[in-house]
T-cell receptor, first 115, second 107 residues
Framework: NAGVMQNPRHLVRRRGQEARLRCSPM?????VYWYRQLPEEGLKFMVY????????ESGMPKERFSAEFPKEGPSILRIQQVVRGDSAAYFC?????????????FGSGTQLSVL | KNEVEQSPQNLTAQEGEFITINCSYS?????LHWLQQHPGGGIVSLFM???GKKKHGRLIATINIQEKHSSLHITASHPRDSAVYIC?????????FGTGTSLTVIP
């Protein structure tokens, strides 16, 4: 049973390009969470999704950022027109039963670097 | 003011020492996770607590919901325990994260 898979592991983009980050949750998990870790800062919640639904996006910047978790395939975090301040590590986590579950499983993260 | 305060921010210990990391939070929560982040970034959830105390191997976590405080203890510390430990209280649909305690255990 593979863990939470994130890809790519490292992503380099120039300012103005689009970044697509993928997260495949553990098998049987239908709850996905995205977090961002800025350099020298702690983790920050971005968005909580279940299959085909956004449950809580209160941590998402209002512009340029979007997330989806389709019925089939991985969850995607999309950043349009990236800026240098978007450079960060983006982590996703999954659980089978939402946050009430005992364990939350994290991916290894995607390190986004904006040149 | 941060919702979550961890102390100490940095900790260096000799192998075998007993280690305590403290976490205080100001938000109302239903539970709290302790996370471990190794160099290279991987994050592992060590515990989820809603009351009392939990033990897993050499790790012990306690929480006092009324006092809004949690502690993570490591007994007989080992160099492989070197990592960043993050307190993550959980309220509603989201976590509030501490900035972490960077632990280095010296052989």
């Amino acid at each position: 049973n593979a863990g939470v898979m994130q890809n790519p592991r490292h992503l380099v983009r120039r300012r103005g390009q689009e970044a697509r980050l993928r997260c495949s949750p553990m098998k049987g998990h239908s709850h996905v969470y995205w977090y961002r870790q800025l350099p020298e800062e702690g983790l920050k919640f971005m968005v909580y999704l279940q299959k085909e639904n956004i449950i809580d996006e209160s941590g998402m910047p209002k512009e340029r950022f979007s997330a989806e978790f389709p019925k089939e395939g991985p969850s995607i975090l999309r950043i349009q027109q990236v800026v240098r301040g978007d450079s960060a590590a983006y982590f996703c986590a999954s659980s089978p039963l939402g946050l009430a579950n005992e364990k939350l499983f994290f991916g290894s993260g995607t390190q986004l670097s904006v040149l | 003011k941060n919702e979550v305060e961890q102390s100490p921010q940095n900790l260096t210990a000799q192998e075998g020492e007993f280690i305590t990391i403290n976490c205080s939070y100001s938000v109302g929560i239903s539970a709290l996770h302790w996370l471990q982040q190794h160099p290279g970034g991987g994050i592992v959830s060590l515990f989820m607590l809603s009351s009392g105390k939990k033990k897993h191997g050499r790790l012990i976590a306690t929480i006092n919901i009324q006092e809004k405080h949690s502690s993570l203890h490591i007994t007989a510390s080992h160099p492989r325990d070197s990592a960043v430990y993050i307190c993550a209280p959980m309220g509603g649909n989201q976590f509030y994260f501490g900035t972490g305690t960077s632990l280095t255990v010296i052989p």
